[in-house]
């Protein structure tokens, strides 16, 4: 999976670089859900624990300050970690994913690196870690109306094949997208994976009527005669 770039200058920057990735990945879910207030994640509070810094922070990655951001990254989420090839503070990169998002629950690329280090490990509980879901679970209530994060637990329960939660995310999702044509546009893609071909094609309409640029969901239904 590809390292993601979120740039604050444009409205639409991190919906086009996670619809974009998700259009050559396969990972349609990864900016689809918004639905704020619904299933959390399936965790039990025994097993995760608290995962929030006990004396320093949480702050939300959204609006913590550089200096905030800088103390934890500079110490934990260097790049090395963030692509997994080693640690900073221990063997392994698990402890310094599970320090920045202790600090910053909604640290969007760290979560990505996590989803990344389950794959690689091939379980949900990398060393030195909780469970991902217990971090998309604090993610989750900690910043409610963060878009990105919603969106990347949705990818991964696609992944997990929960598909039933994914589809009821997403049909909250299409009742509050409002205007938003990026939205529209990928809630077409994520029904398209899940063969809902109708609600794939009127999300597609009305993305197109709201001025969206991106077309592989217009071609991708015509390829499949929907």
């Known amino acids: 999976m590809s390292r993601l770039q979120f740039t604050a200058s444009s409205r639409w920057a ?12 396969g990972c349609i879910a990864a900016l ?6 619904t299933a959390q994640a399936q965790v039990n509070p025994q097993i995760c624990g608290n995962t929030i810094h006990a004396t320093y922070g ?14 934890v990254e500079n110490a934990h989420f260097t790049p090395e970690v963030e692509s997994l090839l080693r ?44 469970p991902v879901e217990c971090y998309f679970d604090t993610a989750l209530r900690f910043a409610r109306d963060d878009l990105v994060v919603h969106a990347l637990y949705a990818e991964w329960l696609i992944k ?41 094609l009127q999300q597609a309409h009305r993305a197109d009527e709201l001025g969206w640029p991106r077309q592989e969901l217009a071609e991708k239904l015509r390829a499949g005669g929907h």
């Open 32 to 37: 689809a859900i918004a639905a704020l207030g």
């Open 160 to 200: 997990k094949k929960r598909l039933g939660e994914a589809e009821v995310h997403l049909d909250q999702l299409v009742k509050m997208a409002g205007n938003s044509p990026n939205i529209h546009y990928i809630a077409g893609l994520l029904y398209l994976q899940l063969e809902k071909f109708d609600k794939a």
């Open 87 to 130: 640690g900073k503070t221990n063997n392994h990169v698990g402890p310094d994913l599970a320090y920045t998002l202790s600090v910053l629950p909604n640290h969007h690329r760290a979560l990505i690196a996590v989803v990344r280090l389950t794959e690689k490990m091939g379980t949900d509980q990398p060393k030195g870690m909780r």
């Open 58 to 71: 949480p702050f939300d990655y959204r609006s913590a300050t550089k200096f905030q951001r800088d103390i």
């Open 14 to 25: 991190p919906s086009v670089a996670l619809s974009r990735r998700c259009v050559h990945l």
